[in-house]
């Protein structure tokens, strides 16, 4: 088992920034790759980008290329999501989740594990 909390959502203004992270514990010697998700109000969850657990290598979806970037610390406990130049559309829940299988980044069947979600609200 993988478990993963997710922390640093908040309130921030268009065009600001913020951090978010995420610890893992458990089993973290099964993990293969994480990856970030968000989930607006009356959308679906939906791929924001992912990381490589031991090479660190990094993708991301279109629509936020530029603006959102993913790493890890070097003890490989801890994700971190950092978002700038935040826009409104970027409101939604953010989680956190686990892949244990080397695996397409993309579908959320690709992953085991799930944090419970962090809010980032971003006002105009």
């Known amino acids: 088992q993988v478990q993963l909390v997710e922390s640093g959502g908040g309130l921030v203004q268009a065009g600001g920034s913020l951090r978010l992270s995420c610890a893992a514990s458990?089993?973290?010697?099964?993990?293969?790759?994480m990856g970030w998700f968000r989930q607006a109000p009356g959308k679906e969850r939906e791929f924001v980008g992912g990381?490589?657990?031991?090479?660190?290598?990094?993708t991301y979806a279109d629509s936020v290329k530029g603006r959102l970037s993913i790493s890890k610390d070097n003890a490989a406990t801890t994700v971190f999501l950092q978002m700038n130049s935040l826009k409104p559309e970027d409101t939604a829940l953010y989680y956190c989740a686990a892949a244990t299988a080397r695996t397409n980044y993309v579908p959320r069947a690709a992953y085991a594990y799930w944090g419970q979600g962090t809010q980032v609200t971003v006002s105009s």
């Open positions: 458990g089993r973290t010697d099964t993990v293969y790759s």
């Open positions: 990381i490589n657990w031991s090479g660190g290598g990094t």
